[in-house]
């Protein structure tokens, strides 16, 4: 079973930038597809970008697509979200997710095998 803490959230003006980490720990790291979701106050949590368990595809939600980039380092057992161009309605927790063998498609949706973080806050000042 694997572990999740999240962590680089903070305050950022807009167009700024971030790197969010989630540190993972207790599972065979490479053999998990990650994934960040978010939640806004007020609204359900969605999917921002994942990455298959052999690091070879990723997947965007349309609105951070182009502005943020989803990389794994399993030398290390972490993933990141590099985040650019930052706007207000980018302010959410974000939460990281794990999900055994899976694709970076699989990692959009919510499924019985998944772990999660417990988030961290990214909020975005105009």
């Known amino acids: 079973q694997v572990q999740l803490v999240e962590s680089g959230g903070r305050l950022v003006q807009a167009g700024g930038s971030l790197r969010l980490s989630c540190a993972a720990s207790g599972g065979t790291f490479s053999t998990y597809g990650m994934g960040w979701f978010r939640q806004a106050p007020g609204k359900e949590r969605e999917f921002v970008a994942g990455i298959s368990w052999i690091g070879d595809s990723t997947r965007y939600t349309d609105s951070v697509n182009g502005r943020f980039a989803i990389s794994r380092d399993n030398a290390k057992n972490m993933v990141y979200l590099q985040m650019n161009s930052l706007k207000p309605e980018d302010t959410a927790v974000y939460y990281c997710?794990?999900?055994?063998?899976?694709?970076?498609?699989?990692?959009?949706?919510?499924?019985?095998?998944?772990?999660w973080g417990q988030g961290t806050q990214v909020t975005v000042s105009s």
């Open positions: 997710k794990a999900r055994p063998w899976s694709s970076a498609q699989g990692m959009t949706v919510p499924g019985r095998s998944d772990y």
